[in-house]
């Protein structure tokens, strides 16, 4: 099992600015062409993690849920998006599966990976 925690990187507030931006930049949308790696563009992309989690199919992903849900609390739907772009770049056999730990239908996950089960 290798395990690599991430900071989020948005805010909870930022939830409607971020699902409508991500749509008209092209490094974002549509995802099965979106990359991640040294993705500038896209404010959804985890751009920085080790090469490892971008070269890796993944068979699963597990995005863990920030203590508190308010305004400024650390908000996950870059760890969503990132989550759904790799689970859509899966080549080989198999799938990778997305699981978003403590999840409510106010945090936006559905949005951001339209087609892939979360």
């Avoid at 395990?3 to 930049?25: F, G, M, P, Q, R």
């Avoid at 080790?50 to 597990?62: A, G």
């Avoid at 799938?95 to 403590?102: K, R």
């Amino acid at each position: 099992m290798n395990a690599h925690a991430v900071n989020y990187i948005t805010k909870v507030y930022e939830s409607d600015d971020l699902l409508s931006s991500y749509i008209s930049e092209p490094d974002c949308f549509p995802p099965d062409k979106a990359y991640l790696k040294n993705n500038e563009r896209c404010r959804l992309a985890l751009n920085m993690l080790p090469d490892e989690v971008y070269d890796k199919e993944w068979d699963l992903i597990m995005i863990d849920a920030p203590r508190g849900f308010f305004d400024e609390a650390p908000g996950r739907m870059a760890a969503i998006y990132s989550a759904a772009v790799m689970a859509r770049k899966r080549k080989g056999s198999g799938v990778t599966h997305v699981f978003l730990h403590n999840a409510r239908e106010s945090q936006g996950g559905e949005g951001v990976c339209g087609g892939v089960s979360v």
